[in-house]
Every structure is written in structure tokens, then in C-alpha cells.
């Protein structure tokens, strides 16, 4: 008869897991016993269990499969957390399996036990202990099904002797469903959003993360309809910055020209989006919204069309009762907005870069477009170094993780590393700044131990930048974000990865190149202006006064 790990780790083949990260420990022991000798699966020790949350995240993210973590009782249940939030607001399948003190002591405060059904209970969709071995075949199935089917987080806990136990019985083996079923609305649905779309003389589309995969239904609507797409933050990328339909994103990381279609359309049609920020939606448009959950439908504002269903079916059976239009004044006019715009935001960057002094950080940004690969993977990190490659880095077909509705720092390291597991044969960076960098630097180990090749570019500027940014909008003055950082090179060397430090502009692209065909990982450390703003493509009056209040006492303290 198989052990209770046995059969957990035969179930997570079946709905193709082939990686878990975690670090072992205690509780978790005899499922690491069992998972050593099973050579379907990889098991990646990372150096913190945060790192490994992130990188089941990531790796969910970008392959659309199953992400799995692990962490012992108590603080390594804990540190799994941030992460698998991660997990939960971007909607990314992943199941965490944690350990637990032995049932005979659970409820009596023993070494390292916590409650972790408690913990996990917001988190998890499928949050359960397994505390029999005739459960393992049946939970660890539902924990699969759950977190794929409704794209969040599972989670099962073990006790630690129930992992070693034997199973009794005929083990039962469920049906596994690796995709859900394509589904569209009703005709009746797609025609009366057709019919708006049609009359529309100013419609504009809202891509969204759900539509990112489906570049090539999303363009067939929006040529059919003379339609420019504006992108959310993590949907950066859906079509590439060049296209003719392209106006940026929106949001305070935004483009102008994303801003002024909103402002102006008479339709929006969100697609994979269920966007929170009102403040910048249309404010009397007629609104569509397609979505493969009913609940996201009308969440934040009411729509005049909901229709739910598989993204690529619904976007390509409304597009077949689309008409042709001829490109009209409205996106001419955004089009030549949207060069002007990225034009203006180039040569703000490029003139005012001077050799010897401090990179800004938004020229680093417009740079890297020109140096990675076309299809590189990129993962970027909370702060402004998001601010600078959402708007300055053209992006065309390069693969885009960030963490999006979390906002969490520290996920561009492990992401990067998930990134180059899944798709080992393209390029794999992490552009970082030097606050999150060293929220998880100690995982740049990991990279080097397993042999991936990654790149880390950091914008150092010495500071929580984006911290500081608001303190000065808030009108106070900079307060408790000034970093002090190692020499992140030398850091580099002693892992056994490469390191440069770059300080004149002149250098930049040598470094980056040489750090992208590398054959270990490495960090590029771009030192950075810490005065420059990551400003909204809009101010407002009190955003302008709070600045200058801050400056002032900043000033005359």
C-alpha cells in the first residue's frame, strides 16, 4: 500500500504539476521523502518560502498551470503568505502544502503550532487538513480541480505523522479536466453588444491580464471596429507598443493618450478586466464587459452589456458580427496623440541624460527595449521601476509579470526564476529596484545554485523612491526612505553569478549585453537619480500644492 505522500504526489502529476518549491523541514519530511524518490516531479529549495510563494505565483502566471509551494509548521506556513496573496488577486492557480504539528498535540500551544486553516482561510479557496490517509486521493484532487477551475489558491496542511501513514483500500483516481470548456454568451447577448459597438463613433477597448493570451482575437475586434486598445498594468503587452492601435496604459503608471480616450469615447469594452479605479473609466460611455466569471461583470460600475464567457470564443464570435470601418477622426486624432506622447516622454528621457551623473532611470528603461531579445521574459518589480518600464519600455513580444493587484515588492527575483524554468530557452530578467531587490536578494543564490542564467538589473537610486514620491505628494516631507546598499556587483561575484556596476550612461549597453549572454545569473547595478518623479500623465491642483509643501518643509525643516 502507497504512502499518503505517494498518492499526494501521484494525483499532483496527473493534473501536471512538474515543479514545487519550498525548503524542507520537519512536518513536511516524509512528503519530501516521498517526493525525492519520485522522479516526475522537481523540487526547487529556495531560501525563503516567500521566494518559493512567488515563484508558484510567477510560474502559474505564465504558463496558465499549476503552481505549487511548501513550507513547514508554523513560520514556514507563514511565510508562504504574501505570495499566495499574490496568487489570489492575480487569479493564478496555485496550491500551497503545509506542515502541522502531530494531531495529538494540535490545540495544546506546541512547538511551533499555529493555526493554520486559520491563517490560510482568506487566502485559500480550498483551505483543508488532512487528517486520515483514505482522504489524500480525494482532497488532494479537489485541491487541484479548485484551484484551477476557479484560478486561485489551494491549500491542504498535514499533521506529521498522517504524511507517513499508509493508504487502505482501492486508491480512487478522478477524472482530470486539464482546461475548462470554452463557452460564449448567447446570441442574443453578443448581437445586442454588437449592434452598440456598430453605432459607436468613438469606441474604445480596455484590454485586461485575461485577454493577454488572445492577442490575435483581441485585434480582430479591434481592426473590425476602427477600436483602440488601452492596456491595464499587468496587461502591457496584449499588442505590441508599435502597433497603430496601441494608446499605452492607463492609470497613474499611464499614458496620456490612453487617458484622453477614455475621457472622450462614447463605448468601452473591457475584455479580461475588472478594472478597480473609477476615476479614470468613462464617465457617461455606453460599457461592455466580457469576462469568464460572471461575478467580475458590473463589479466596479454598471454595464450596458455583460457577457460572459471564454475570452479568445466570445471576442471571436462578436468580431464576426462586427462591420468593417474606416479608421475615424477619433483614432486619428488619439494616434497622433499617442506619437506625439511617446516622442515627448523619449526625448525627456534622452536629453537629459549626461555622462558621469546618475542614469534617469527612464532613459535605463527605453534602452532595454533595444538590448533583450524580442521574446525575453520580463518581471518587474513594485516600485518606480515599474513606473519607468510601464510607460518608456516598447514592448512587442516579450512575456510581462508583474505583481499587479497585490502590489507587492520583492517579486522580481522570483519571478524571473520561475520565468526561465518555464520557458528555459528565452531570456529571463528581473528589472528591480534596489528597495524590493533586497527584500529577497538572498534567492539570487538559488539562480546560481540551479544553473539559470538570469538578468537583474537594478535601478539604484538609495531610496524607497515611490515611498518618497508620496510622502511629497501628501505634502510631507521625505521621511525613513533612504537605503543604504551593498555593492551589489561584489554581491553578485561572491554567489558565483556576475556582477557590473554601471555609473556612466556610456556603459550601459556593454553591461546589459554582456549580462543577458551570460552563462550564470547576474546583476546589472545602474545607479540612478533619486530626485527624478515618477509623475501621473496627469496633475492635479492639490497633488501640485502637496509637492511643494513637502519641498518646502524638506527645504526649511
Request: with cysteine; aromatic share 8%.
Amino acid at each position: 500500500m502507497p504512502r499518503v505522500g505517494e498518492v499526494l504526489w501521484d494525483v499532483l502529476v496527473d493534473w501536471g504539476v512538474t515543479h514545487v518549491f519550498g525548503i524542507p523541514g520537519d512536518s513536511i519530511d516524509p512528503l519530501l521523502d516521498d517526493l525525492r524518490k519520485d522522479t516526475r516531479l522537481t523540487f526547487i529549495t529556495v531560501r525563503h518560502e516567500e521566494a518559493g510563494a512567488f515563484m508558484a505565483s510567477a510560474f502559474a502566471k505564465k504558463t496558465g498551470r499549476l503552481g505549487v509551494c511548501m513550507g513547514t509548521a508554523g513560520p514556514g506556513a507563514i511565510h508562504l503568505i504574501n505570495g499566495l496573496y499574490d496568487a489570489k488577486m492575480d487569479h493564478a492557480p496555485v496550491l500551497a502544502i503545509t506542515g502541522q504539528v502531530s494531531l495529538g498535540w494540535i490545540g495544546t500551544d506546541y512547538f511551533q503550532e499555529v493555526n493554520v486553516l486559520r491563517i490560510f482561510d482568506d487566502v485559500a479557496r480550498y483551505n483543508y487538513q488532512v487528517s486520515d490517509p483514505r482522504q489524500i486521493d480525494v482532497l488532494a484532487s479537489m485541491a487541484c480541480r479548485t484551484a484551477l477551475a476557479d484560478h486561485g489558491v489551494a491549500h491542504l496542511s498535514f499533521p506529521f505523522e498522517v504524511s507517513s501513514m499508509k493508504t487502505t483500500g482501492h486508491v480512487r483516481r478522478f477524472t482530470v479536466v486539464p482546461h475548462a470548456i470554452d463557452a460564449i454568451p448567447t446570441h442574443v447577448t453578443l448581437e445586442a453588444a454588437a449592434r452598440r459597438i456598430n453605432a459607436a463613433a468613438k469606441p474604445v477597448m480596455l484590454a485586461g491580464r485575461g485577454s493577454r493570451a488572445y492577442r490575435d482575437a483581441v485585434l480582430k475586434i479591434a481592426e473590425k471596429a476602427s477600436m483602440p486598445i488601452v492596456n491595464t498594468l499587468p496587461a502591457k503587452g496584449v499588442i505590441p507598443d508599435a502597433h497603430p492601435l496601441a494608446l499605452g496604459g492607463l492609470g497613474l503608471l499611464g499614458a496620456k493618450p490612453a487617458h484622453r480616450a477614455m475621457e472622450t469615447c462614447d463605448l468601452c469594452l473591457l475584455v479580461g478586466t475588472s478594472y478597480p479605479y473609477l476615476e479614470f473609466l468613462p464617465k457617461h460611455a455606453t460599457m461592455l464587459q466580457i469576462d469568464w466569471e460572471a461575478r467580475q461583470v458590473g463589479k466596479r460600475r454598471a454595464v450596458d452589456v455583460g457577457l460572459v464567457g471564454s475570452a479568445e470564443p466570445t471576442l471571436q464570435a462578436l468580431a464576426d458580427l462586427l462591420v468593417i470601418r474606416d479608421p475615424s477622426p477619433f483614432l486619428t486624432e488619439l494616434q497622433h496623440q499617442r506619437q506625439h506622447w511617446l516622442r515627448e516622454i523619449s526625448e525627456q528621457a534622452q536629453r537629459r541624460v549626461k555622462p558621469h551623473h546618475p542614469m534617469h532611470p527612464q532613459w535605463v528603461a527605453e534602452r532595454l527595449s533595444h538590448l533583450v531579445d524580442d521574446d525575453a521574459n520580463i518581471a518587474v518589480d513594485v516600485g518606480n521601476s515599474l513606473v519607468w518600464m510601464a510607460r518608456n519600455f516598447r514592448i512587442q513580444n516579450q512575456g510581462w509579470l508583474v505583481s499587479a493587484w497585490l502590489g507587492s515588492m520583492g517579486f522580481g527575483l522570483p519571478a524571473a526564476m520561475a520565468a526561465k524554468i518555464a520557458e528555459p530557452t528565452r531570456q529571463s530578467l528581473a528589472v528591480v529596484g534596489d528597495g524590493a531587490f533586497t527584500m529577497l536578494m538572498g534567492d539570487f543564490v538559488t539562480a546560481v545554485r540551479y544553473g539559470w542564467p538570469i538578468t537583474v538589473i537594478i535601478l539604484n537610486n538609495s531610496r524607497l523612491g515611490m515611498i518618497k514620491f508620496e510622502q511629497e505628494v501628501h505634502g510631507m516631507p521625505e521621511f525613513g526612505t533612504r537605503l543604504t546598499n551593498p555593492n551589489f556587483a561584489q554581491y553578485a561575484e561572491a554567489c558565483g553569478g556576475k556582477g557590473f556596476t554601471v555609473t556612466d550612461s556610456d556603459d550601459l549597453d556593454d553591461a546589459v549585453t554582456e549580462a543577458l549572454h551570460a552563462k550564470v545569473p547576474s546583476i546589472v547595478d545602474v545607479l540612478t537619480d533619486p530626485h527624478e518623479k515618477p509623475l501621473p500623465p496627469r496633475i492635479t491642483a492639490r497633488e501640485a500644492m502637496g509637492y511643494m509643501e513637502a519641498l518646502f518643509k524638506e527645504t526649511f525643516p
